[in-house]
């Protein structure tokens, strides 16, 4: 063609070689009905991506090179709803029938499914790491390991094509690992204290203390925004109510321990005693004797005598709690230097009958912290014994096997602690020397018994537990000013132990320090102050509504939380630092921070005046003036 005077010649819009004869893909997106791909689509990639690998890559079906290679089970059925869609076969195929679930071992007559082998069948990549839902209806092979074979931590993200390929002895390629978000690296990793994180650098929790990062306010988009060194006061600092101690008051789950020698009920006696101190206690489980007046002693004896196993439960004063459980294992016999001339001026009407001079061995067998009203629920018809009546009580056999059940029920907790740095002196050593060993942890607690030393004087405390509540250091002028102490609403059954009278502590959460002593005023109620730790004027309900009032028992500088003592007391508290201590706790915190302040030196020094008649003695101050601690 010429071009015209004036007009440049125009180049062809479209050549040979533009041109394109392959309409699939318009097909497929324009949706004509005539060349419209039955199939679906699927999503590429991995169901744990997030971020940009997340945006799901389409891909036809008709690419899968397993595409109709078995015979659609709902299509045998004529159930099948999918019709050209289906990406299973439609057609009768024998060679090309979908395996049996019931494999070699199917009973069924003419079964039209393909049967192989258990020794052909493919491993069940799910089972192998530890579980699988669909248990023995699975049509893969299970194949049963030794614990110490299977992985220390379950990886599902492996699917079965990675499975065979790592089966092939091709390398299995881990699927991307999600991207960090706001709660990277917020806490520390399990595994990593445990010697081996299986996850290296990719562990999305801290590899020790360097590598923690400050838990995010909310609404703050993952950015902590307070000053260093302070924490946000939050129910996250009170712990789980599933992993807090809350078990140690509400029955629990059994703790381990050593199993109840007594597999007959109806063909033992039972008997529960009452202890005046602690101390007794503790003695006993060192020692495996107790002391008890000629009247029981005939009553065990004749027990004993005919065969019978005697358990004994123990209860302490006016704690409200069953310490725990001995089997006698000799009969009571007089022991001349226990016996006390008759006095007329009885301290109590159960004394009436008689000096305790009559002694059996015994083997403790649980150690723990009952609250008398979990076993009133057990066994209603439980008499305790007390002061007023008579310092031991039998019961019936069905009485004793639903105490025994509910003590058992009950973890396990120690009965002393040391809070004069864990030595404990054994005698059995020659030389008077001080065996060093570290407190027991554990079902060690029934074996390595200990007791506090003869010149031991503990803190006086209340009989029964405390309890440790929490603040930071903006809410601590408030707790102090107000004589207020709050918990969230989830740790009001845990705080139901709390009494007047009760030992009470305080830690700051920001500066990892622990104040005492505090008394207890009130039991733990609901909003006594719904005002308390709100930065709303008109706020109807407290964040922390479980309150307590208390007093100031005893003031001295706090412990930092790294004590070693302190950590030694507290081993086997969870859930962190806030929460309800046993009396053995509470004991050894409340000595602790009054012999590192010296209160405990002025206690015993009073109490020696007063025995030894000196009228110059003044009593101890309730708060002492600040010292540093150590320098003493």
Request: hydrophobic fraction near 35%; glycine fraction near 8%.
């Amino acid at each position: 063609m010429l071009a015209e005077v004036g007009r440049p010649v125009l180049e062809p819009t479209n050549t040979v070689d533009m041109v394109e004869y392959d309409f699939e893909n318009y097909a497929l997106t324009m949706g004509i009905p005539e060349t419209l791909d039955p199939l679906p689509y699927r999503k590429s990639g991995s169901v744990f991506a997030t971020g940009d690998d997340a945006e799901p890559q389409l891909t036809s079906a008709k690419h899968d090179p397993r595409l109709r290679t078995v015979v659609c089970r709902h299509w045998l059925r004529d159930l099948c709803m999918k019709g050209a869609a289906c990406e299973f076969l439609h057609q009768y195929d024998l060679s090309k029938m979908p395996l049996c679930r019931h494999g070699d071992r199917c009973k069924v007559k003419d079964c039209p499914f393909r049967h192989i082998s258990e020794a052909d069948r493919l491993e069940c990549v799910f089972y192998s790491q530890g579980f699988c839902i669909h248990g023995p209806f699975c049509r893969y092979r299970h194949v049963r390991r030794d614990g110490v074979d299977l992985p220390v931590v379950a990886d599902f993200t492996l699917g079965l094509s990675q499975m065979q390929a790592g089966k092939d002895g091709m390398t299995a390629v881990r699927r991307p690992a999600p991207k960090p978000n706001e709660f990277y690296k917020v806490s520390l990793c399990k595994h990593f204290l445990g010697g081996d994180c299986p996850f290296g650098e990719g562990c999305h929790f801290a590899h020790g203390e360097s590598e923690l990062r400050k838990f995010p306010k909310p609404g703050a988009g993952g950015q902590a925004t307070e000053p260093d060194g302070e924490k946000e006061l939050s129910e996250n600092m009170f712990g789980n109510q599933e992993t807090t101690t809350v078990d140690y008051y509400q029955g629990g789950v059994a703790g381990g321990g050593k199993p109840s020698p007594i597999l007959e009920p109806e063909n033992a006696s039972f008997f529960i005693v009452r202890a005046a101190t602690y101390r007794d206690c503790s003695i006993s489980t060192a020692r495996g004797e107790w002391y008890v007046q000629r009247k029981y002693a005939e009553a065990t004896n004749n027990a004993v005598n005919r065969g019978r196993q005697v358990m004994v439960f123990f209860t302490v004063g006016d704690s409200n709690h069953i310490q725990g459980a001995a089997l006698a294992t000799s009969v009571a016999s007089y022991v001349e230097s226990a016996d006390r001339k008759y006095s007329s001026k009885l301290k109590a009407a159960a004394d009436i009958d008689g000096p305790f001079c009559y002694r059996f061995q015994c083997e403790w067998y649980r150690t723990c912290e009952l609250p008398i009203a979990t076993a009133l629920d057990a066994a209603p018809d439980l008499l305790l014994p007390t002061s007023t009546t008579k310092y031991c009580q039998d019961m019936t056999s069905k009485t004793g096997e639903a105490v025994m059940k509910a003590v058992w029920n009950s973890p396990m907790c120690t009965l002393y602690e040391s809070w004069t740095g864990g030595d404990y002196e054994d005698e059995d050593m020659a030389g008077g020397e001080v065996n060093k060993n570290p407190p027991p942890v554990g079902e060690d607690i029934l074996s390595d018994f200990r007791c506090p030393l003869p010149n031991e004087v503990a803190w006086p405390t209340m009989p029964g537990p405390g309890f440790i509540f929490g603040c930071n250091s903006q809410t601590m002028d408030e707790c102090l000013g107000r004589g207020l102490f709050g918990l969230p609403a989830h740790m009001r059954i845990t705080a139901s132990g709390i009494r007047p009278g009760s030992s009470i502590f305080l830690y700051n959460v920001s500066e990892k320090l622990i104040f005492g002593i505090f008394e207890s005023l009130t039991t733990a109620q609901m909003n006594l102050e719904p005002k308390a730790f709100s930065k709303n004027p008109k706020a109807q309900t407290s964040p922390f509504p479980v309150q307590i009032l208390v007093r100031i028992s005893l003031e001295c500088p706090p412990i930092h939380d790294d004590d070693p003592v302190l950590n030694d007391i507290l081993r086997a508290r969870v859930g962190g630092r806030i929460g309800p201590l046993t009396f053995a706790q509470t004991e050894a915190l409340a000595s602790l921070i009054a012999h590192q302040c010296g209160a405990l030196s002025y206690m015993t020094e009073y109490r020696r005046g007063v025995e030894t008649g000196n009228i110059n003695i003044s009593a101890p101050p309730i708060a002492l003036p600040p010292r540093k601690i150590g320098t003493m």
